[in-house]
């Protein structure tokens, strides 16, 4: 149907709820015994009215489903904010974890590599006697605590048993700190070749010089073999 024919039927529609209404009204006029009862125009209107009341009810509803359903974007909305927070707090964590970790094995390597030594600490130097002895007290002379002794006696014991005479054949290494060549120990005094305090004045100097303490020139050599 087109619209002109629509137009039309509701306006004919329109003309003869209106007669009705008129002929109603003038037979209720003239015969007024006979009850009065709703006529088409209210039969209409009350028809008009619940349109109107389903219509608001239908609106009410459609806000009411989405307001339900913006709430719910929200909350989900939240809830992967929230999930993406925790993820990056467990990340930001673990994170945290391995760093402390790597810091104390870093602290601890370094602890080992200063002091590779965990045995007993002399009292004093009198525990020990002949080059070992003297070597013990030029050490503290040198500004080294007494810790490093042990260090220090393990360091020698390995390369010359502490003998101020000895000798590699194949390196040419000579007296307790092993110097190679052995001449460079002239530096601090001439007799490098007899004389124990000279041999160990020089290689506590070495040790500083190069290692810093005797339990790093020890960490060093248990490594590699050689300081």
């Not at 009065?36 to 459609?62: L, N, W």
């Not at 913006?70 to 974890?97: D, I, L, Y």
């Not at 810091?103 to 045995?119: C, L, M, V």
Request: glycine content about 10%.
């Amino acid at each position: 149907m087109s619209r002109l024919s629509r137009r039309f039927a509701a306006r004919a529609a329109a003309v003869a709820l209106l007669s009705v209404g008129v002929a109603g009204g003038f037979y209720l006029g003239e015969d007024d015994r006979e009850s009065t009862r709703p006529g088409p125009a209210e039969h209409v209107a009350g028809a008009v009215a619940q349109v109107d009341v389903d219509y608001r009810q239908e609106q009410r509803v459609s806000r009411q489903v989405r307001t339900a359903r913006q709430q719910a974007a929200e909350v989900r909305q939240a809830a992967r904010a929230a999930a993406e927070k925790a993820r990056k707090a467990e990340v930001a964590r673990k994170k945290a974890a391995a760093e402390k970790k790597a810091r104390e094995a870093a602290a601890k390597a370094a602890a080992a590599a200063s002091k590779p030594y965990d045995g007993p600490i002399p009292e004093s130097c009198t525990e020990f006697s002949g080059n070992r002895e003297v070597g013990c007290a030029l050490m503290l002379k040198a500004g080294f605590g007494i810790d490093q002794f042990p260090c220090l006696d393990k360091l020698w014991t390995k390369e010359s048993g502490w003998n101020h005479k000895a000798r590699n054949p194949s390196s040419g290494a000579y007296g307790i700190p092993q110097a190679l060549p052995g001449n460079k120990m002239g530096s601090v005094g001439s007799d490098w070749q007899t004389n124990p305090a000279t041999q160990i004045t020089w290689g506590l100097g070495y040790i500083k010089g190069r290692y810093g303490t005797p339990c790093k020139a020890w960490s060093h050599s248990q490594n590699v073999g050689w300081y």
